[in-house]
């Protein structure tokens, strides 16, 4: 059913969603408003498939061919008219997604499916000016789309179950752990997840409880090193459901309860000190520092899929 895949924008994760595509042997079109930022997605998605080259995950033939199959071009009608699927990962503004939607009604073929990689808005409001006559749908890629295997579906109640079962095989073809969701809520699944265990980190660090090392050490070598091969609820059923209702009404109403961002994030945010865009957030960084570790952090990511992929 599907040949060619269309991914409009080619930011961070546009790239990283046309990379897996083409990895996977699928003909993709990468679209964008300006010839600059297409120039800057293919240096990326180079660069990113020289990484699986090198750790042996494509033999260099394999990382020549996923090149090939990737095209670049600014104009929106030849990205879309002879793309099977059309996936949107522009920024996230309602009107903007709204237009583009409104211009891919008009140029895309018949029987071919938009989906959006939003991890902001639901699928009702997606789909307010434009449904695409119901063949619409969310995929949501996580950040490193082209090494994070999750990708969560999100439907509309009267979504044809088809559809989103070709899209779930679409995904495991290209060796994705996609996720549907019964129902529309904000945030998702992985993303409430997030949120909620961020919301304690930040409480725990702006109480002075323990330093942002040591509260990112309690995750990595403690329930983060057991959640990649075991989720929450079978914790939960391995540990005994009774010993977790214990858990839960001893910690529970200690638990922080913000309904907005945390004040240490706000703190940060007043005094420009946004992260690794601006050299400091909860940590400072400097020189090639960022890069380094972001590389170092990808080879971690691919040993990871490894493991995994030899246990599935």
Known sequence: MFKTISVIGSGVMGSGIAQSFAVGG???????????????????????????????ELSSEERDAAGERIHFTTDL??????????????????????DLYNELARCKKKDAIVSSNT?????????????????FIITHFFNPA?????????????TNPKLVQSIKDLLLSIGKSPVVLKKEINGFIANRLQTALMREAFSLVGQGVADAEDVDKAITAGPGFRWAFVGPTRIADFGGLDTWKRVFDNIAP??????????LINQLVKTNKLGTK??????????????????????????????KKVNE
């Open 26 to 56: 699928y003909s993709v079109i990468v679209n964008d408003i300006k010839q600059e930022f297409l120039n800057k997605a293919k240096k990326n998605i180079g660069e990113n498939l020289d990484l699986l080259s090198k750790s042996g």
């Open 77 to 98: 009608k030849s990205a879309a008219e002879n793309a099977d699927l059309i996936i949107e990962a522009i920024p996230e503004v309602i009107e903007l997604k709204w």
């Open 119 to 135: 991890s902001t808005f639901p699928i009702s409001k997606l789909t307010a000016h434009e449904s695409f006559e119901g063949k």
């Open 146 to 158: 082209n090494l994070v295997p999750l990708v969560e579906i999100v439907k509309k109640k009267d």
């Open 254 to 263: 200690d638990l922080d309860k913000s309904e907005g961002a945390p004040e």
């Open 278 to 307: 601006t050299g400091e957030g909860l940590f400072k960084y400097s020189g090639d520092e960022v890069q380094s570790q972001l590389k170092t952090r990808d080879n971690y990511f691919l040993k990871l899929g490894r493991i």
